[in-house]
């Protein structure tokens, strides 16, 4: 293992250096504080690795995403959001009876306890559905308190219920909000025709979902799979490094996925280009309003935090937008808003130059939209498609070697030490 040396003070210590398996390089710190006093000041962590995962690479520079070493170009489209959850929790894809289980357990765990139904009623009907996902992600553990457990079946057990189960609490949400009856899951119906089922199905007819919205909805759930340590994750991550329960962790990455910044990007996209189209589509206004420093309008959906490049996601977005609205018949304005107000940012100097270019949440909430979901559901939507990214974090969290509760330290600038007078 190679070292690299620090002169602190001049003390010369040796820090180790890890290398990944894409040639990645960290200094590790562990040491620093013990041996020199020293620690390191990161805000935002943007050169800080709080771990080492096996799960997902990204090259920010290159535009490169890949789960358990599959780029996502290969996966999107091609493979069910069922086996790609199976593929991040476990390191591979299932074999025909590691499918047929997996399968078999999702359908067996959808249904929430009766009295859980009851919780909708509580809250107001202008509710935010996040706010109720995240309330009601942390009631299931009342109701499975078998979650502290760290006996590995019912840890996976765990992870199947909250697959499971955070698709019918997503539906209900929008049933309530909606004043309609809840939809029981159908254990006929795959992962993502249930969702579709109890989300729109009519309760005096049967169901059969549009295969494009089906199609449509896998790809979507596989992009939004994983996304290494971005902070939704590193949330659960750290909520659950207490060694809380998996329903409670995976809650609190609900809550940070929330945030404009991140998920809930995909609904202030929405939401800007709607005020873009009522301001008679004056594009170059709003990417002027970007680049001015004394506003705090953002071109949401534009940017990220490592890429630098496009975002593999929003390109594959882009040209499923595309297709999904031919074969719907749909004409959203929105659709051309968006594109325009792309080309303009992207061969203005202020976006090349910092390496902005739209990310996943940029075209998402078009198909969304055309989907028939809500503008206030697209986070859920971006939820019900990460959990198996928290979850298989979680899951190598805890089974590291280097476990530890996650505490970062910080750098006291207040009063220094003063008496009551
Ligand atoms: N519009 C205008 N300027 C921007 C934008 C934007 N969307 N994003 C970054 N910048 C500027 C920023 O002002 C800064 O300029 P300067 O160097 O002159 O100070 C520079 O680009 C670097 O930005 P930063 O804020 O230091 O970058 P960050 O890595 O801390 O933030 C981000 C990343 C995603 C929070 C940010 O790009 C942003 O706010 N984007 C809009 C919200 C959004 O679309 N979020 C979804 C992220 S992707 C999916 C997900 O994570 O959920």
């Given at each position: ?7 602190i ?7 180790p250096?890890i290398?990944g398996?894409?040639?990645?390089h ?9 041996e ?10 943007a050169?800080?690795?709080?771990c080492?995962?096996?799960?997902t690479f990204i ?7 890949r789960?358990?070493g599959?780029?996502i170009e ?14 991040l ?6 074999n025909?009876s590691?499918k047929?289980y ?9 249904n929430?306890?009766e009295?859980?139904?009851r919780?909708f ?6 509710a935010?559905?996040?706010?109720t996902?995240?309330?009601?992600v ?9 979650s502290e457990s760290?006996d590995?079946e ?5 992870i ?9 609490i ?6 309530k909000f909606n ?5 029981y899951?159908?254990?006929e119906?795959?992962y993502v ?5 109890m989300m729109?199905s009519?309760?005096q007819?049967?169901?059969h ?19 290494e340590q971005?902070?939704?994750t590193s949330t ?6 207490s ?6 962790a995976i ?5 940070a ?6 998920g ?9 280009l709607?005020?873009?189209r009522?301001?008679?589509s004056d594009?170059?206004k709003?990417?002027q309003?970007?680049k001015?420093k004394?506003?705090?309008?953002r071109?949401?959906g534009?940017g990220?935090r490592v890429y630098?490049?496009?975002d593999p996601r929003a ?8 297709k ?13 808003i ?5 080309q303009?940012a ?5 976006f090349v130059?910092r390496g ?6 940029f075209?998402s ?5 055309a989907?028939g ?5 697209f986070?859920?939507?971006?939820a019900?498609?990460?959990?198996p ?9 805890l089974?590291?070697?280097d ?9 006291y600038?207040?009063h ?6």
């Amino acid at each position: 293992m190679s070292s690299i040396k620090l002169n602190i003070n001049g003390k010369e210590i040796k820090l180790p250096v890890i290398k990944g398996t894409e040639n990645e390089h960290g200094i590790n710190i562990t040491q620093l504080r013990k041996e020199t006093g020293y620690i390191t000041l990161d805000p935002g962590y943007a050169n800080t690795g709080a771990c080492v995962s096996n799960i997902t690479f990204i090259d920010g520079e290159k535009g490169i995403l890949r789960y358990r070493g599959y780029p996502i170009e290969q996966l999107a489209g091609k493979v069910s959001f069922t086996d790609t959850a199976f593929l991040l929790l476990n390191g591979e894809f299932p074999n025909i009876s590691e499918k047929n289980y997996f399968s078999k357990k999702l359908r067996q765990h959808a249904n929430i306890h009766e009295d859980m139904k009851r919780f909708f009623d509580g809250f107001p009907l202008n509710a935010h559905p996040m706010a109720t996902l995240s309330s009601m992600v942390t009631a299931l553990s009342a109701f499975h308190p078998e979650s502290e457990s760290e006996d590995e079946e019912i840890i996976e057990l765990n992870i199947i219920k909250i697959l499971a189960k955070v698709k019918t609490i997503a539906a209900y949400s929008y049933r309530k909000f909606n004043g309609l009856p809840f939809i029981y899951p159908d254990q006929e119906l795959n992962y993502v025709e249930n969702f579709l089922h109890m989300m729109f199905s009519d309760s005096q007819e049967e169901f059969h979902a549009d295969p494009v919205l089906v199609d449509a909805l896998n790809l979507l759930l596989i992009l939004h799979a994983d996304h290494e340590q971005n902070c939704s994750t590193s949330t659960v991550r750290l909520a659950g490094s207490s060694k809380s329960n998996v329903f409670g962790a995976i809650s609190s990455g609900i809550s940070a996925l929330w945030g404009p910044l991140h998920g809930g990007a995909n609904q202030a996209v929405i939401e800007m280009l709607k005020k873009i189209r009522n301001d008679n589509s004056d594009y170059k206004k709003y990417v002027q309003m970007a680049k001015d420093k004394k506003s705090s309008f953002r071109l949401m959906g534009f940017g990220h935090r490592v890429y630098k490049n496009y975002d593999p996601r929003a390109k594959i977005i882009k040209s499923a937008a595309d297709k999904v609205l031919q074969k719907l018949k749909i004409n959203d304005p929105l659709l051309d808003i968006a594109k325009e107000l792309e080309q303009i940012a992207l061969e203005d100097e202020y976006f090349v130059q910092r390496g902005l270019y739209p990310n996943v949440d940029f075209y998402s909430g078009i198909i969304y939209r055309a989907m028939g979901i809500p503008t206030n559901m697209f986070t859920v939507m971006f939820a019900l498609g990460r959990l198996p990214g928290w979850l298989a974090h979680w899951k190598e969290m805890l089974n590291s070697p280097d476990f530890k509760i996650n505490r970062p330290r910080q750098i006291y600038n207040g009063h220094k030490k003063r008496n009551l007078k």
